[in-house]
């Protein structure tokens, strides 16, 4: 892997990127020793920057750990796919490719197309892992997805829901989801790769390149914006959303879902 590379996240990012990376993996016990984590490379700046900070932390890890770097392909285009393997090249990453048709179905439905493709990756990936031994997939989720999703769950949702740095696979027993980005904001993912001249793939998928966009992505660019928006007045909200759901208070709550089941504040009142 180029140092250039390597060096811009211990030196330059070093406060926006390898930080947080670090305290995320010791605040939540991310990482055991004997751990062997699939790192799912979707060809997208923050699985990249995942597998990168990934395989730093190996070799310096005083509790050790394997890593798989697996990518699927659901049908990404000749391009894309180039794009793909070319970074991956770049980074020195040596990824294990399996194909899926999830583009060939999600194309099908009209409803919530990128909610059914996010349903069967995670499935496949998953799946994957599992053959190859793994115990735990990490995903390439950060802090600002993590407070546009919690912000987007109760404009839109009607909920009070969050993202949990970690969680237990409900279909895949001894299988672990982890998210080692949790802490790390966006700005500093696109910083970075623009310092390093690297370029990644978007949403990759054919609905994206025929124009036909889901709502609910669409309620993410609006979430972002409003975000931005809300910035300008007060630095301090990403902060104080991603504190809200370390912080909740539930004796204030009317109803609050525990363990699948619904709960009421008259249950103990």
């Known amino acids: 892997m180029d140092e250039k590379i390597i060096n811009s996240i211990l030196k330059k990012y070093r406060k926006e990127i390898w930080g947080p990376f670090i305290t995320a993996i010791k605040d939540y016990c991310l990482i055991s020793e004997g751990d062997k984590i699939a790192v799912c490379m979707s060809g997208g700046k923050d699985s990249a920057i995942l597998a990168v900070l990934l395989r730093q932390l190996q070799r310096h890890s005083d509790a050790p750990f394997e890593l798989e770097y697996i990518s699927m392909n659901p049908g990404y285009s000749e391009a894309n796919l180039a794009r793909l393997t070319e970074n991956c090249r770049l980074l020195d990453l040596p990824v294990k490719?399996?194909?899926?048709?999830?583009?060939?179905?999600?194309?099908?439905?009209?409803?919530?197309?990128?909610?059914?493709?996010?349903?069967?990756?995670?499935?496949?990936?998953?799946?994957?892992?599992?053959?190859?031994?793994?115990?735990?997939?990490?995903?390439?989720?950060?802090?600002?997805?993590?407070?546009?999703?919690?912000?987007?769950?109760?404009?839109?949702?009607?909920?009070?829901?969050?993202?949990?740095?970690?969680?237990?696979?409900?279909?895949?027993?001894?299988?672990?989801?982890?998210?080692?980005?949790?802490?790390?904001?966006?700005?500093?993912?696109?910083?970075?790769?623009?310092?390093?001249?690297?370029?990644?793939?978007?949403?990759?998928?054919?609905?994206?390149?025929?124009?036909?966009?889901?709502?609910?992505?669409?309620?993410?660019?609006?979430?972002?914006?409003?975000?931005?928006?809300?910035?300008?007045?007060?630095?301090?909200?990403?902060?104080?959303?991603?504190?809200?759901?370390?912080?909740?208070?539930?004796?204030?709550?009317?109803?609050y879902k525990l363990k699948d089941k619904q709960c009421s504040f008259l249950d103990e009142y």
């Open 97 to 255: 490719m399996f194909e899926t048709n999830i583009f060939s179905v999600t194309e099908k439905t009209e409803k919530n197309p990128c909610y059914l493709c996010a349903r069967m990756r995670r499935g496949h990936l998953y799946s994957y892992a599992k053959e190859l031994g793994c115990n735990k997939i990490a995903l390439g989720h950060h802090f600002s997805d993590v407070i546009e999703t919690t912000l987007m769950g109760m404009l839109w949702g009607s909920q009070i829901q969050g993202m949990l740095p970690k969680l237990h696979s409900t279909n895949y027993e001894g299988m672990e989801l982890i998210r080692p980005l949790y802490k790390i904001h966006e700005d500093a993912i696109i910083a970075w790769a623009k310092h390093n001249g690297l370029e990644f793939l978007a949403c990759a998928c054919r609905m994206t390149e025929n124009a036909v966009i889901d709502e609910n992505a669409s309620k993410r660019r609006e979430t972002k914006a409003l975000i931005r928006e809300l910035k300008k007045t007060n630095p301090d909200v990403e902060k104080n959303i991603f504190n809200s759901i370390h912080r909740a208070n539930v004796d204030t709550l009317v109803g």
